[in-house]
């Protein structure tokens, strides 16, 4: 069984810079491809990020592309999202999910789920 547990959400101003970070346990981490979606209020799930898993390949949506940096640590069995050049409407609870192997943009191909850490950007 893998658990997954996400921090560093929070309150940040429009045009603040916060990274989620989601630690990983029970199983070898290297063997799972890493994503991040979001939910906000009254919305579906969304892909924000994905790694592969030596972290050399990531996919990104286009609402986050250069703003936003998926990476992963596979030492500390660590993924992260780094997020600048926040806006309002990231505003939203941020989960990570695990998959074996091969990386996708597809929530429901993500075998594991975090918690979730919300994150709010004011204006």
């Known amino acids: 069984q893998v658990q997954l547990v996400e921090s560093g959400g929070g309150l940040v101003q429009a045009g603040g810079s916060l990274r989620l970070s989601c630690a990983q346990s029970?199983?070898?981490?290297?063997?799972?491809?890493m994503g991040w979606f979001r939910q906000a209020p009254g919305k579906e799930r969304e892909f924000v990020a994905a790694?592969?898993?030596?972290?050399?390949?990531?996919h990104y949506a286009d609402s986050v592309k250069g703003r936003f940096t998926i990476s992963r640590d596979n030492a500390k069995n660590t993924v992260y999202l780094q997020m600048n050049s926040l806006k309002p409407e990231d505003t939203a609870v941020y989960y990570c999910?695990?998959?074996?192997?091969?990386?996708?943009?597809?929530?429901?191909?993500?075998?594991?789920w975090g918690q979730g850490t919300q994150v709010t950007v004011s204006s």
């Open positions: 029970g199983r070898t981490f290297s063997r799972y491809a």
């Open positions: 790694v592969n898993l030596s972290g050399g390949t990531t």
């Open positions: 999910a695990a998959r074996s192997w091969v990386l996708s943009p597809q929530a429901s191909e993500y075998d594991y």
